[in-house]
Every structure is written in structure tokens, then in C-alpha cells.
């Protein structure tokens, strides 16, 4: 039995997140594999603000916001696989665990999410999540992290 795999456009995205710029950190995501895993673009351009200031004539993209941009991913992946397109979903970190960094990522790069749901389930607010992110097929960073996702009561 084969799996459709569903995709969110930048569109999508915005009625599933609450993120806006310049925090937004995820322009596509493809291979959405029901709330199992998922597959976030990000396109890395040197007109971010954090390039601003990190670094100077050398900019790098900070790590927190690689972690960011995952985290990012696996909500849109859940929030496309429960259908919660405009359901003001909520999204907060409560653990980022195992993270490390192997990779600077630049401006020009594209930064792939590879995110698969450790724990979680429909009507369930917590999540666990890994994930790895990857530039050319190298990796940048890799982090496990718990989430909290919920929409609010009627």
C-alpha cells in the first residue's frame, strides 16, 4: 500500500503557523508522510536580519534559528496531517535535546529539514520530534526536540 505524500506551500504554511517575518523560518514543506515525517525547505538569503549582526562581513546563520526552522517543519507537518489550517494552532519548544552543530550555513544555501515524529499523536498536545538539517546533502545540525501544539478551545 502506497502513501500520498502531501506538500505546504508558503500559503499553507502561514494558515498553520502563527510565525511571521522575520521569524518565519521555513518557505516550503514537501514528502509530508501523514504526522510521521516531513521534509522542510528553507532558502537562505544574505537579506535576513540576523545576518545583519551575525557575523559582520562573514555571515552565518545562527544555529538556534537551524533548530527553528525544524521545529518550524515537524508543526507544519502536523498541523497538514490533522488538518489545522486555520485553527490559530500554538507551537512552543519545551526541550531541545542531543543538538550539535557541523555545518556553518550561508547565505545562498538551501537548508534542508529531515523531520521524523518520535512521540505524538491526534488530540495529543505533546510531541518529540529529531531531526537533521542538511546543506548539499551534509549535515548542519541535528537536534531531538519536545514540542507543545494546541489549538484553542471553542
Same mark, same amino acid.
Given at each position: 500500500?502506497?502513501?500520498?505524500?502531501?506538500?505546504?506551500?508558503?500559503?499553507?504554511?502561514?494558515?498553520? $503557523?502563527?510565525?511571521?517575518?522575520?521569524?518565519? $523560518?521555513?518557505?516550503?514543506?514537501?514528502?509530508?508522510?501523514?504526522?510521521?515525517?516531513?521534509?522542510?525547505?528553507? !532558502?537562505?538569503?544574505? !537579506?535576513?536580519?540576523?545576518?545583519?549582526?551575525?557575523?559582520?562581513? /562573514?555571515?552565518?546563520?545562527?544555529?538556534?534559528?537551524?533548530?527553528?526552522? @525544524?521545529?518550524?517543519?515537524?508543526?507544519?507537518?502536523?498541523?497538514?496531517?490533522?488538518?489545522?489550517?486555520?485553527? /490559530? @494552532?500554538?507551537?512552543?519548544? @519545551?526541550?531541545?535535546?542531543?543538538?550539535?552543530?557541523?555545518?556553518?550555513?550561508?547565505?545562498?544555501?538551501?537548508?534542508?529539514?529531515?523531520?521524523?515524529?518520535?512521540?505524538?499523536?491526534?488530540?495529543?498536545?505533546?510531541?518529540?520530534?529529531?531531526?537533521?538539517?542538511?546543506?548539499?546533502?551534509?549535515?548542519? #545540525?541535528? #537536534?531531538?526536540?519536545?514540542?507543545?501544539?494546541?489549538?484553542?478551545?471553542?
Amino acid at each position: 500500500m502506497t502513501t500520498e505524500l502531501k506538500q505546504a506551500d508558503i500559503h499553507l504554511i502561514q494558515r498553520l $503557523l502563527p510565525h511571521r517575518y522575520p521569524f518565519l $523560518l521555513v518557505d516550503k514543506v514537501i514528502d509530508i508522510d501523514g504526522y510521521s515525517a516531513a521534509r522542510g525547505i528553507k !532558502n537562505v538569503t544574505m !537579506n535576513e536580519p540576523h545576518f545583519q549582526g551575525h557575523f559582520p562581513g /562573514n555571515p552565518v546563520m545562527p544555529g538556534v534559528t537551524i533548530v527553528e526552522a @525544524m521545529a518550524q517543519t515537524a508543526a507544519v507537518m502536523v498541523g497538514v496531517a490533522l488538518d489545522l489550517a486555520d485553527q /490559530n @494552532m500554538g507551537v512552543y519548544f @519545551m526541550a531541545i535535546d542531543k543538538c550539535k552543530f557541523r555545518r556553518m550555513v550561508v547565505p545562498g544555501d538551501v537548508l534542508e529539514m529531515q523531520l521524523t515524529t518520535q512521540r505524538g499523536k491526534p488530540g495529543g498536545k505533546v510531541w518529540r520530534f529529531s531531526g537533521a538539517a542538511t546543506v548539499s546533502g551534509e549535515v548542519a #545540525a541535528e #537536534a531531538e526536540f519536545t514540542a507543545m501544539m494546541e489549538t484553542p478551545k471553542a
